[in-house]
């Protein structure tokens, strides 16, 4: 009977710490920040840096190429949400600056052939742009959010279904020195019918409390 209720408390115990760990948040802003961005008057989003960790059987249906392009669109994806958000609280007026087009900045970055952004500095990315501030980040998952993706994936490999967990992991740059303004880094758990607006809608509702950008 003792062995049976270590057991079990050694198993909720286990199970409280993984919870923990999956709600974990770690969330910075420079202790300047409204210093530094007092001149700040528009900001862009750059296309994430996306990875979707499929299953070894998913794996052996798709080629790399395939995957990268999976990847690549929910990138995409989670940029199209984030300006999506931004754009509600500007049109509220919760946000202090304007937020540039994703249309715009991913031509301008084509134009520079700036393909992989982690060759280049933040001020580099933000002097081509023209902006003051550039957002960038970081997103893994275990399946594909973005509609887009999931759809090329389910007729690639039969696979239909929303994320288990996703990690995004965000920071403001600025551009005159391209120091660390701002990151927020977070694991979640997706459920079904969960897409990247839903996502960013979650994760930034609680972010932007401490984000000086917005009131």
């Excluded at 210093?35 to 750059?46: F, M, S, Y």
């Excluded at 798709?62 to 949400?81: D, V």
């Amino acid at each position: 009977m003792y062995k049976f209720t270590f057991k079990l408390f050694m198993a909720m115990l286990f199970l409280f710490n993984l919870n923990t760990a999956m709600a974990q948040t770690n969330l910075y802003q420079h202790p300047q920040f409204d210093q530094l961005t007092a001149g700040h008057k528009i900001i862009a989003i750059v296309p994430f840096e996306a990875s979707v960790n499929l299953r070894p059987k998913q794996m052996k249906d798709m080629t790399p190429e395939q995957l990268a392009k999976l990847e690549e669109s929910e990138g995409l994806s989670i940029q199209a949400a984030m300006y999506s958000w931004f754009l509600k609280r500007k049109k509220r007026g919760d946000l202090k600056v304007d937020v540039q087009d994703p249309k715009r900045t991913n031509a301008l970055l084509h134009q520079a052939d700036f393909t992989d952004l982690n060759l280049h500095t933040p001020e580099e990315i933000a002097a081509i742009l023209g902006v003051d501030a550039v957002i960038s980040g970081t997103f893994e998952t275990d399946k594909p959010m973005s509609e887009g993706a999931s759809i090329a994936l389910g007729l690639l490999i039969g696979f239909w279904g929303s994320t288990n967990t996703a990690v995004i992991n965000m920071s403001v740059n600025n551009a005159e020195s391209g120091e660390l303004l701002w990151n927020y880094n977070k694991k979640v758990r997706g459920s079904l019918g969960s897409d990247n607006d839903t996502l960013i809608n979650t994760l930034m509702r609680k972010a932007s409390r401490r984000l000086g950008y917005t009131d």
